[in-house]
């Protein structure tokens, strides 16, 4: 054939393009993924209905379908694309100290806050309350991380401020509210308001002792004025903050607004907002004190013993944002799977991308599992069971450190399941790898979580008779599970320093196992306990042994949806 100087022009940079063809015809590539529903999750409702939030199906139903909707994907899409501003001063140089969003950002919020998974469920009497919400924090995080964390720490801090009964009284019904009433006014005056947290300062973050932000009484009771600065603190656009600061009794905890009560602005200089690997969507500032308005909450000298009761519940909210990030990119991963082809084969036909999804989906179930297991035990500890709160106690930690520490491995491997199109942004698994380091940092890192373990198993004997009495509830069901179980016992009396993550992730996979063995099918408990317990497992993902029930384990979990 011979090329004239016409044809030149339809040549591909490569040498000759398809002549008088079409050159960007879209052939095996996945539609797009929504709509779908994110509470589709055999694993998710059956936990749901068993630890006694059943009756909240039908909302989460809802909830789901809205989470995997075209529009709340895109509302999660944008809210990271267009990343809050800080504004520090109005046009005439008065300080406002506010945060810009994107509005997708607000519809997040909205949707967040009216379906009750800010602080609602503390205003809730039924039982499986906090149940319900961890589970719709399970299907809403198919959409931004990012916003969890406002929701988040409105939920947590309930019970810290519960402590100081007259602070309740007023702010415990706004932060209860299902309205997102944004904007800086007084707080007392709004629909909703929304709660932050400032701990960490500069020379330290896990060690608060080494707080230097002062607290000086005025000559009101429980007033003082804070002098300081905080190295983190997110979603600085909350309406009140509790904060830590060393009282002339030592480091205790105070309630900052940023709009006092006569409508002036507190002193809340926010000075840079950080430039962070991910949880874009999301603000976190570095904001300084001098002559803040502050109320104290809880006894002077006691900050940690108050603000722990916040801690517990976002360490929970980890657990769950983490599990849901699985959930998310293995539903991608699976989608994808189904719709591509590889050397005249669908990647969901070809066995060992399906050894990937299958491993993937036991440590998806896995995680679900002991989400729920957690907020189980956290709606029966508030309730008053005692047993459930030594076994909260010690499972929340062990689930915090374990779960988000698996996090980002999973991510990565879900996002590659993707092929290129995982590594580039349209795709979304980038925005989920990046969110998933962060929550094994926040509140309470790998370490401080391991060792968090260790002050509760010496401090509080109960913790440790809660987790056996949990474990024994399955003696004799598996030998793999009796013999980690007994192992476990060995490991406990070392208690040092040096092996608290070898115990916690022991620990955990144990907890893990049990919970499977008890509740989920014979191919998934087997399949966990074979490889999570029994060393049948390689070091990757993808990697369960011959026989290990893939098509039981991919049918529970990513039912076939063609
Ligand atoms: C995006 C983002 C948002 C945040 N938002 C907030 C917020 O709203 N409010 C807030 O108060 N904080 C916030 N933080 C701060 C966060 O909680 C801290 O970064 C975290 O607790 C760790 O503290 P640090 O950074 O001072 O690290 P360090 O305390 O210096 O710890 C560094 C490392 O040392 C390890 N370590 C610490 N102690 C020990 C020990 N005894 N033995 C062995 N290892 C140890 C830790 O596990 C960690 O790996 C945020 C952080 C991020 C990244």
New binding site residues.
Partial sequence: MTITRADESQQTPYGLGALGGVTHDVTNQPPHPAPYDASDDVALLEGVRREGAGWAEEDLRRLGRLAGSEEAQEWAEQANRHEPELRTHDRYGHRVDEVDFHPSWHHLMRTAVAEGLAGAPWADDRPGAHVARTAGGLVWGHTDAGHG?PTS?TYAAVPALRKQPELAKIYEPLLTSRAYDPGLRVPAEKRGLLA?????EKQ????VRTNTTAATPTAEPGVYTLRGH??????PMCDVFLVLAQAPGGLSCFLVPRVLPDGTRNTFRIQRL?E?LG?RSNA?SEPEFDGTVAWLVGPEGQGVKTIIEMVNCTRLDCVMMSAALMRKTLVEAGHHARHRSAFGARLADQPLMRNVLADLALESEAATTLTLRLAGAADRAVRGDSGEAAFRRIATAVGKYWVTKRGPAFTAEALECLGGNGYVEDSGMPRHYREAP?LS????????NA?DVLRALGRDPATAQALFDELSLTRGADARLDAAVAGLEDQLAEGS?VTARRLVERMALTLQASLLVRHAPAAVADAFCATRLGGDWGHAFGTLPAGAGLDAILERSLPGRE
Avoid: H, P, R, Y
């Fill in positions: 964390c720490m932050g947290m400032g701990m960490t330290g973050g896990s060690d905080k190295w983190f603190t997110s979603a950080k962070k949880n976190s962060l940092i926040w509140e309470g890192s790998g370490n401080v060792l320093q």
